[in-house]
């Protein structure tokens, strides 16, 4: 399967994705904040739609617009940002102007099937090259900020009073999860965004209860999930977006299961 | 431990969002003493803390801490805010939760070096918590938890703590143990501590003095001292009426006892205990 270019490119692309969407996810679902992964992917779309009506990347158009949004979030404030409804309307008048965007942007239908839904079998090597760039990017910067992130995320009253700024790792890393739910897109498209970002990200939590291997292990399932995803998509012909979304959910199940026995095993040891 | 002033507050006014919770007060607290914070809901205890961190400016006025004008990052003041409802789902072990503190403010990966390490198993130690920190957080109770929070306070090794209402939500038998830890600490350690409380009675046998807050005002003073019809009236701006029986303290308003009607307000969604009749508190 390697002797073709578009799998190379799609297993370069989403390695590279799928180490990014693990590292960060770990960060979204420990501070709770999956729900804005999920809208600023959404908010994504409409800049990927009025990029292409506008005649630019729609790569481009969606980094810019998450990371605007994002970065809005961040400012708004936590609280703010956290209500369901608040960002339900949100990513819904998102998903609408979307909408309109293809409606005037006549070749829309595979366009927009790709943007929904993702195309990596798609993937040219410049657009594995700038998803390298950004990604290298957003671990870096995850890496640098990633101890205040933590100690903020656990207990921000006394984060806030050691001198750590709440509102400023909040934009930080808001930021880095939109550019972290542009890359997801690339591969598995704005609505499926969940399938890496979150689904071995909470498997890794529920698997280990240390930080640092937490983050280690949400990557490398993350990344077990997309080869494998690639893989089942080569020789079976259904799209790859679809396999990676039933590798996720079945991760995080089998992770439920497997620490529903270690609990029990630890209670039973601690009984007798 | 007569180390001159730990505290200082000068003619401090604090408003938050345009309320005024502190109208000039002027008090100072010792340095090595046990102080027990106490008033009415929405009195001000916890903006009293969060303008000794630096997290609020006073309007008016100057807070001092060891003679240095309040401001944030003091390594000198250990804070332990109240429980977050959100930590208790945490699947974290409640090592790496307590180890989450050290140098979190420095920018890097959270890994540990030998020096933080030791200081993580130093807090643990000093709360009798090593065995409860491989467990995750998800799997302690409110108590276990409380423990780790008070490790988190004391990296750095603070000269002043700060508790938030260590005791909402324990039933007595464990809010006597926080006592009880706290206290050894404060003598072991020989630190200042702060601890706000809804009742007097379970820190009855550890503080030194009493701070009470209410209607914009504050009274620092021995139990005997601010404890009393007169003083209680004042800040409640009410007919307060103080009964002692058996060694216990009620502050009566009518046929209430404020203090337990308070604690019942606050905790009655945590536990539906039959009889948190004043003879309880």
């Known amino acids: 399967m390697f002797e073709y270019d578009f799998m190379r490119n799609a297993f370069a692309a989403a390695s590279m994705v799928a180490l990014v969407a693990g590292g960060v996810g770990y960060f979204l679902v420990l501070r709770s904040q999956t729900f804005a992964g999920h809208a600023l992917a959404h908010i994504g779309f409409t800049g990927a739609t009025g990029a292409a009506l506008l005649g630019l990347s729609p790569l481009w158009g969606l980094v810019l617009m998450t990371l605007a949004g994002g970065v809005g979030m961040g400012l708004i404030g936590e609280r703010l940002a956290q209500r369901d409804v608040t960002i339900g309307l949100v990513l819904a008048l998102a998903l609408g102007f979307g909408l309109l965007f293809l409606h005037f942007y006549t070749s829309a239908a595979t366009q927009a099937n790709a943007l929904l839904f993702g195309n990596v079998l798609a993937v040219d090597v410049t657009t594995v090259w700038t998803l390298v760039g950004l990604g290298t990017l957003c671990l870096a910067a995850l890496a640098v900020i990633s101890r205040p992130l933590l100690f903020a995320s656990l207990q921000p009253e006394l984060a806030e009073a050691k001198g750590v700024s709440l509102r400023l790792y909040s934009v930080l890393f808001l930021a880095i999860v939109a550019l972290a739910t542009a890359e997801c897109a690339q591969i598995v498209g704005v609505l499926l965004v969940f399938t890496l970002m979150v689904g071995p990200a909470a498997a890794a939590q529920r698997l280990t209860t240390r930080v640092g291997r937490g983050i280690l292990l949400s990557a490398m399932l993350a990344l077990l999930a997309a080869w494998l995803g690639l893989i089942l998509a080569f020789y079976t012909d259904w799209p790859c977006s679809f396999w990676i979304a039933a590798l996720s959910a079945t991760i995080y199940s089998l992770s439920s299961l497997s620490s529903f026995r270690l609990w029990r095993r630890w209670s039973v040891m601690s009984e007798s | ?281």
């Open chain 2, 1 to 281: 431990m007569t180390a001159g002033n730990a505290i200082r507050f000068d003619r401090v006014q604090l408003s938050l969002a345009g309320r005024s919770i502190l109208n000039r007060v002027s008090f100072t607290i010792r340095a090595g003493e046990f102080i027990g914070i106490l008033g009415p809901n929405g009195a001000g205890k916890t903006t009293l803390m969060r303008a000794v961190l630096g997290l609020l400016a006073p309007q008016h006025g100057k807070i001092e801490v060891f003679n240095q004008p309040a401001k944030r990052s003091q390594t000198a003041v250990g804070y332990m805010p109240q429980m977050r409802s959100t930590n208790a789902g945490l699947r974290l072990s409640g090592w790496d939760f307590v180890a989450g503190v050290v140098n979190g403010h420095r920018l890097g990966w959270p890994s540990h070096g030998p020096a933080a390490r030791a200081e993580v198993e130093r807090v643990l130690g000093l709360v009798g918590a090593q065995a409860l920190a491989r467990r995750p957080l998800s799997q302690l109770s409110g108590g276990e938890r409380q423990r780790l929070l008070l490790a988190q306070a004391l990296v750095g090794q603070p000269r002043i703590l700060l508790l938030d209402e260590p005791l909402i939500s324990l039933d007595p038998h464990h809010a006597s143990a926080v006592v009880e830890l706290v206290q050894g600490l404060q003598r072991q350690l020989a630190i200042t501590v702060l601890f706000s409380a809804h009742e007097l009675n379970p820190l009855l046998g550890a503080l030194d003095r009493v701070l009470y807050l209410g209607c914009g005002e504050a009274a620092l003073g021995t139990v005997e001292e601010v404890i009393t019809g007169p003083v209680l009236s004042r800040l409640y701006g009410a007919d307060i009426e103080v009964v002692r029986v058996n060694g216990r303290i009620f502050v009566m308003s009518g046929q209430h006892d404020l203090q337990g009607d308070a604690h019942r307000r606050e905790s009655e969604s945590r536990h539906a205990l039959a009889g948190t009749h004043p003879a309880h508190v």
